[in-house]
């Protein structure tokens, strides 16, 4: 009997071993699965954060890129109209201005009206136009008008004759001597016999007034073609034997010979240098200053005045002013 005790007593003693090693296990279990389940819950939360701050991050550039689109966007926003009249000579300036503004500035269109300096200004000072384009400065009387004086571009004013004339300069008194009428014959000046045709443009004009003013001609000039273009006046001068006249530096080409005149040849080095006498201002004329007027005008100043602005002024042959 009491070796059956025994191994009863044995038998219970392994079956509780047995629990307590299952109880362990279990437990052992938990704490692996619970530091599976911390392990895997960590980098999730590492994983928002990084997001959270990368969200963050990421966030603030944009911001600061709508802030600087927000600020450029009125200048590519400019749109309405831009109307110009006056100065045939400022013709070829003009109508450069005006493809490359609008090409730069879509909404916005320009035009140019060539009717003559003064005409210009009276436009301008009317209301008819924006700009008053002139190729002299303005009178007082405009100015008081209130025209102003916007300086965009110098030009010099060439003295032309006809291809097969032999002279090549002349000098001031005798540029004066032959517009006066006093002086008739090339062969007077070391050219060839044959008769001077004294070729100017029309009253009014900018390049006319610019020329009698400088040269004290104001009234005095003995015209035998008063014209009403730079155009016609090369046209005239190029197909006239004997024929002298004067235009814009930035039109003369091989259809004309070009005189120097004290020596200087008309160039725009000379021109610069201040030792060619015959130079004028290119003037786009506001009534009021240019902070009164509209988006799209002042920004067409603000272009002339930038560095691809002076660049189209240089392509037209003309001089920046200082």
Do not use: H
Request: charged residues 25%.
């Amino acid at each position: 009997m009491k070796k059956m005790e025994l191994k009863k007593l044995a038998a219970l003693i392994g079956a509780t071993a047995l629990v307590a090693a299952s109880l362990t296990g279990c437990g052992g279990s938990d704490t692996t699965t619970a530091t599976a389940d911390t392990a895997t819950e960590a980098p999730a939360d590492t994983t928002a954060d990084a997001a959270a701050d990368t969200t963050t991050e990421e966030a603030a550039p944009a911001e600061d890129t709508a802030a600087d689109t927000a600020t450029q966007e009125p200048a590519e926003a400019i749109s309405g109209t831009v109307t110009m009249a006056g100065s045939t000579s400022m013709e070829k300036l003009a109508n450069a201005v005006a493809e490359s503004f609008m090409a730069k500035y879509p909404d916005v269109t320009v035009t140019a009206e060539f009717t003559g300096s003064s005409a210009g200004i009276e436009s301008v000072l009317a209301g008819s136009v924006d700009i008053g384009n002139s190729s002299r400065a303005l009178k007082d009387e405009e100015k008081s008008a209130g025209a102003v004086e916007n300086i965009v571009a110098i030009d010099g004013i060439a003295v032309v004759t006809d291809p097969a004339n032999t002279v090549t300069g002349l000098t001031t008194d005798q540029l004066v001597s032959i517009y006066k009428g006093e002086t008739k014959n090339w062969s007077d000046v070391g050219g060839s016999d044959e008769a001077i045709v004294v070729v100017g443009r029309e009253a009014g004009s900018g390049t006319r007034g610019a020329f009698e003013e400088l040269l004290g001609l104001e009234d005095a000039c003995a015209y035998a073609n008063e014209l009403d273009s730079t155009g016609a006046v090369m046209a005239k001068v190029a197909s006239t034997p004997g024929a002298i006249g004067y235009v814009s530096l930035d039109v003369v080409d091989d259809t004309v010979i070009a005189l120097s005149l004290d020596d200087v040849e008309p160039t725009e080095e000379n021109i610069k240098a201040g030792s060619y006498a015959l130079s004028r201002p290119f003037v786009m004329a506001t009534k009021g200053e240019i902070a009164e007027q509209t988006p799209a005008v002042q920004e067409l100043f603000n272009y002339l005045k930038s560095d691809e602005g002076k660049d189209l002024i240089k392509t037209v042959g003309l001089i920046i002013p200082d």
